[in-house]
């Protein structure tokens, strides 16, 4: 167990990442080069420096700030050390003892990309590029951008994820348009990215990762997973609890729950609403009030605040989630006690975009998929999709550009948070369903009504959440890319044990081809 380090709160200043510049420019895009390397850095003012790995050597990473239509090409290289300075459980598929212990792959959640450049779990690379994956294709990674959103990066490494990312390896990925520009939203030192993550330390400064569920249990390899891991402190950019001092304006903050477990429900204490102008996917049709606001780990909400009113006042951004401790309920604090720099003419409009929501009329098919829980051989809490394993024959495949709708059938006892790579979900409802009846006989039989999704949900997502004892439904087209891909519970100690599955999209002519080969096959 951790020994319990008392940090007083709201004592640093909130830091802003620094934005990564392209090393060139040409006609058919930009180039980056990013190194992923360990150093220390101050989580807090009465911390000693923490041990940590980082995109540039720095965490968080460097902002990505680019605009929509412009490729971007990044060769992400790792530079890290040969061993892990986190606990490796190496029972969990793709962490055994003869792989690397220290192997990344970037992912950049919520982007739309070929697969040779998505992050697939099994294209990691060591240092220099000395061992690959049976999955790697190149080092440099191709982002098309094709739409204005907030996204971020993150490592998606098999079987160490959890442990990659905990270590800081993750940074924003901001794509812009002239459309979202010509809206006047608050800009510039006005639009802050926060990422907030959860972290535990021990007395010398260094990150606390637990190495054993039940350290009495001998059943137990060690070290062991422990799943879910929720830590001690929140960390907004990479300090713990920190303040920001803000005018009495409109500021516009990027807000991403970037905890590797750790749901949260955003309440400012000054009682003051939110306005959710924005989702994983882009700007919503219009803004949405919201005086809470819940985010399952990795969803986004795009949202502002209007300081106006509030000059001289401290304003505490708490998580109001069940069952959170008294350190992790102070998020941040907003000091509103920088005078107006000049007169606020930024804007909150009455109507953001047009979205083109998908009709359940065009769906192609419709897929009931599971979300279980149940016990490994060492008795512990395993969570699977579909009752399927990482291993297991892929059972989820579409022609390009296919619609489908996806029914997620939570038999589990934790709210889970979905993602889908590459692709834009819309949530169609959520039911409350008989659990024991479902487990006993197969069949659905639903105890409540069927509930929209929320207001601020009513755009396009890449996480969606899956509630415990609900039957989500979602639709989605499955484009604009064929290839490989996954679909997982963005938990990341879920997803680092087998609540991960690949799923393939197909081009029409190697559908074909994949059926008459399946055909012969079967044949022999």
């Not at 190496?90 to 792959?105: D, S």
């Not at 049976?134 to 971020?152: D, G, H, I, S, W």
């Not at 879910?228 to 609890?241: E, M, R, T």
């Not at 008795?379 to 296919?402: H, Q």
Request: net charge neutral.
């Amino acid at each position: 167990m951790a020994v319990k380090v008392n940090l007083q709160k709201f004592v640093d200043k909130l830091p802003i990442p620094k934005t990564i510049r392209p090393i060139k420019r040409g006609k058919k895009g930009s180039y980056y080069e990013v190194t992923m390397r360990e150093f220390t850095q101050k989580l807090h003012r009465d911390l000693a420096p923490t041990r940590l790995w980082g995109y540039n050597g720095m965490y968080p990473g460097p902002t990505f700030d680019v605009v929509k239509g412009e490729t971007a090409f990044v060769k992400w290289m790792n530079d890290l050390p040969h061993k892990h300075f986190l606990p490796i459980d190496t029972t969990i598929h793709g962490a055994e003892k003869t792989f690397p212990q220290v192997r990344t792959v970037v992912h950049l959640h919520g982007g739309k990309q070929h697969d040779h450049s998505d992050g697939y779990p099994d294209a990691w690379f060591t240092r220099n590029f000395e061992q690959t994956g049976p999955k790697f294709q190149r080092k440099v990674y191709e982002y098309p951008n094709l739409e204005a959103t907030t996204l971020f990066y993150h490592d998606h490494a098999m079987g160490i994820t959890r442990l990659n990312n905990y270590a800081g390896l993750g940074g924003f990925f901001i794509i812009r348009d002239e459309h979202e520009q010509s809206l006047n939203l608050p800009a510039g030192k006005y639009e802050i990215p926060l990422m907030i993550q959860d972290r535990s330390f021990n007395p010398d400064g260094s990150l606390y990762y637990p190495d054993t569920p039940d350290k009495n249990n001998d059943r137990l390899p060690y070290p062991s997973i422990v799943t879910p891991f929720d830590a001690d402190y929140i960390l907004v950019n990479g300090k713990v609890s920190p303040y920001l001092e803000v005018e009495p304006r409109k500021y516009r903050f990027r807000m991403l729950n970037f905890c590797n477990s750790r749901a949260i429900s955003f309440k400012l204490d000054s009682g003051q609403p939110f306005y959710q102008i924005g989702t994983d996917r882009g700007l919503l049709e219009k803004p949405v009030k919201m005086n809470e606001i819940l985010l399952l780990t990795t969803e986004r909400a795009d949202v502002i605040v209007d300081f106006s009113r509030s000059f001289g006042k401290t304003i505490i951004l708490k998580n109001v989630f069940k069952g959170a401790s008294p350190e992790t309920t102070d998020v941040m604090q907003f000091r509103v006690n920088t005078p107006l720099k000049a007169k606020d003419a930024s804007s909150l409009p009455d109507h953001l975009r047009k979205i083109e929501f998908l009709s359940s009329e065009t769906a192609k098919r419709t897929r009931d998929l599971t979300l279980v829980r149940v016990e490994d051989a060492y008795g512990r809490s395993l969570n699977l999709l579909d009752s399927k394993r990482w291993n297991d024959p892929i059972s989820e495949k579409m022609d390009l550009g296919s619609i489908e709708i996806w029914r997620l059938i939570n038999l589990s006892d934790d709210d889970h948070p979905i993602h889908l790579h590459i692709v834009d979900m819309q949530i169609l409802e959520r039911q409350p369903f008989d659990v024991a009846h479902f487990k006993a006989t197969g069949n659905l039989e639903f105890t409540g009504h069927a509930l929209p999704p929320e207001p601020n949900e009513r755009g396009f997502k890449d996480t969606i959440r899956a509630p415990a004892g609900t039957v989500t439904s979602f639709i989605a087209s499955f484009d604009p890319f064929a290839g490989l891909f996954v679909w997982h519970c963005h938990m990341l100690e879920h997803e680092d044990d087998e609540m991960m599955r690949p799923f393939l999209i197909l081009k029409k002519q190697k559908r074909l081809k994949h059926i008459l080969m399946k055909m012969i096959n079967g044949n022999r």
